[in-house]
């Protein structure tokens, strides 16, 4: 069993930052990918960014290189870095463990993780 707990949402005017971290814990050696992913009221849940578990990172296009995601393998914590940030970033946002290979090119669709965390809420005010 794998669990994943996020942390450090809030509140930030647009162009500021936040840093969301993901604890995981349990045999976290099953998550070959672990990603974000948010979902705003009324979206579809949407990729942010994965790491695989070579270290191999990839980005939602729209994000333009605002985002930058980390993964501490000693202290198995996974960690997104946003900086100006927009008021379309409001959503909550979920940390994803996958137990499974996938090819590259799926890694930011959510149906391939299986394991969730209870989100952390975003919200951007402009």
């Known amino acids: 069993q794998v669990q994943v707990v996020e942390s450090g949402g809030g509140s930030v005017q647009a162009g500021g930052s936040l840093r969301l971290s993901c604890a995981a814990s349990?045999?976290?050696?099953?998550?070959?990918?672990m990603g974000w992913f948010r979902q705003a009221p009324g979206t579809e849940r949407e990729g942010v960014a994965t790491?695989?578990?070579?270290?191999?990172?990839s980005y939602a296009d729209s994000l333009q290189g605002r985002f930058t995601i980390s993964k501490d393998n000693a202290e198995n914590t996974l960690i997104l870095q946003m900086n100006s940030l927009k008021p379309e970033d409001t959503a909550m946002y979920y940390c994803?463990?996958?137990?499974?290979?996938?090819?590259?090119?799926?890694?930011?669709?959510?149906?391939?993780?299986?394991?969730w965390g209870q989100g952390t809420q975003v919200t951007v005010s402009s």
């Open positions: 994803a463990c996958a137990t499974a290979r996938w090819p590259d090119g799926l890694l930011l669709h959510a149906g391939i993780y299986d394991v």
């Open positions: 349990g045999y976290t050696y099953r998550c070959y990918h």
């Open positions: 790491v695989n578990s070579g270290g191999r990172t």
